[in-house]
């Protein structure tokens, strides 16, 4: 694809279950940012992959956030046992090294 | 640690005229600084982006200028229109593979 897909675009659940974020990279891309964004708030740094490295995940705020990067592509963020709190838009970006960062359109994320 | 500041939460200006932003940061210079736009509803777009060793870059009606002395970097937009009315966030990268650092951002309005 020409750029940043995040799936899905909409997420309602309840709170205490699990769910799932997808990402798909621009292809190439090197490098994979999560953030999480509340209304009308700045962007929150999740979790930083780069290359083969130990992604920088001193941004997830609790140990139920995790992230995985498969194949140096696809990335998945998932929230397990989610809390009101948790509800926002969670926004990835790819680039090239630490270059221009593409974003996705967002996830918005809503538990009820 | 290195910590972004973006001038005001909000600006508004009178159509035509400039809008000037600003960001400042702490400590270490960084090797380059960004400029990205986003729209209520969307991810970050990237504008600019200025390095170190450059005083100042244009793009139309764009100019972005670094000061390391001053640890500052202003985005200009001249002959300004509603449809710039966005929020524009800074961004930073130190070096070697440290992740990029957002700026909370500033929310324009242009008055027509």
């Known amino acids: 694809g020409a750029g940043v897909s995040q799936s899905p675009s909409n997420k309602v659940t309840e709170k205490g279950k699990d769910v799932e974020l997808r990402c798909d990279p621009i292809?190439?891309?090197?490098?994979l940012y999560w953030y999480r964004q509340s209304l009308g708030q700045g962007l929150e740094f999740l979790i930083y992959?780069?290359?083969?490295?130990?992604?920088?995940k001193s941004g997830l705020p609790s140990d139920r956030f995790s992230a995985e990067r498969t194949g140096g592509s696809v990335s998945t963020l998932t929230i397990q046992r989610t809390q009101q709190e948790d509800s926002a838009v969670y926004l990835c970006?790819?680039?090239?090294?630490?270059?221009?960062?593409?974003f996705g359109a967002g996830t918005r994320l809503s538990v009820l | 640690s290195q910590k972004i500041e973006q001038n005001s939460e909000a600006l508004n200006i009178q159509e035509g005229k400039t809008a000037t932003l600003t960001c400042n940061y702490t400590?270490?210079?960084?090797?380059?600084l960004q400029w990205y736009r986003q729209d209520p509803g969307r991810g970050p777009v990237f504008l600019l982006l200025?390095?170190?060793?450059?005083k100042e870059k244009r793009k139309e009606r764009l100019k972005v200028t670094f000061d390391t002395t001053l640890k500052q970097s202003l985005f200009h937009i001249t002959a300004s229109q509603p449809a710039d009315s966005a929020t524009y966030l800074c961004?930073?990268?130190?070096?070697?593979?440290?992740?990029?650092?957002f700026g909370k951002g500033t929310r324009l309005h242009i008055l027509p």
């Open positions: 970006a790819s680039s090239f090294g630490k270059n221009i960062q593409y």
């Open positions: 292809s190439g891309h090197t490098a």
């Open positions: 992959f780069q290359g083969n490295s130990a992604p920088d």
């Open positions: 400590n270490y210079s960084p090797a380059y």
């Open positions: 200025i390095r170190e060793n450059e």
């Open positions: 961004a930073l990268a130190l070096g070697g593979d440290d992740k990029i650092i």
